[in-house]
Nanobody, 126 residues
Framework: QVQLVESGGGLVQAGGSLRLSCAASGRTFTAPIMGWFRQAPGKEREFLAA??????????DYGDSVKGRFTISRDNAKNTVYLQMNSLKPEDTAVYYCAARTLALMTVYSEEYDYWGRGTQVTVSS
């Protein structure tokens, strides 16, 4: 079993930045694909970003709503993935989730991820 724990959420003004972290523990493997999603009240879970492991090139993919503002990265030695969020907007307010996929194929679909964290709240004030 793998546990994912997000941290770094909080309250920030519009235009500000936050960096989220997701630490993986449990089974000693490096998940081939790590991703970030978010869910706002009354909305479906939204894909934000995903990254493959370094041995497969560290390929990244982003959702259209965050492309150019958010950056995903990972430290395989620490089993940690990060989401740097810049130029935050009030519409970025949501609970942010980290996810891990054991299959080495990039995907934007939440149902194709195997492990999930509990989420961290990000609130952007106008």
């Amino acid at each position: 079993q793998v546990q994912l724990v997000e941290s770094g959420g909080g309250l920030v003004q519009a235009g500000g930045s936050l960096r989220l972290s997701c630490a993986a523990s449990g089974r000693t493997f490096t998940a081939p694909i790590m991703g970030w999603f978010r869910q706002a009240p009354g909305k479906e879970r939204e894909f934000l970003a995903a990254i493959s492991s370094s041995w497969s090139g560290g390929i990244t993919d982003y959702g259209d709503s965050v492309k150019g503002r958010f950056t995903i990265s990972r430290d395989n030695a620490k089993n940690t993935v990060y989401l740097q969020m810049n130029s935050l907007k009030p519409e970025d307010t949501a609970v942010y989730y980290c996810a891990a996929r054991t299959l080495a194929l990039m995907t934007v679909y939440s149902e194709e991820y195997d492990y999930w964290g509990r989420g961290t709240q990000v609130t952007v004030s106008s």
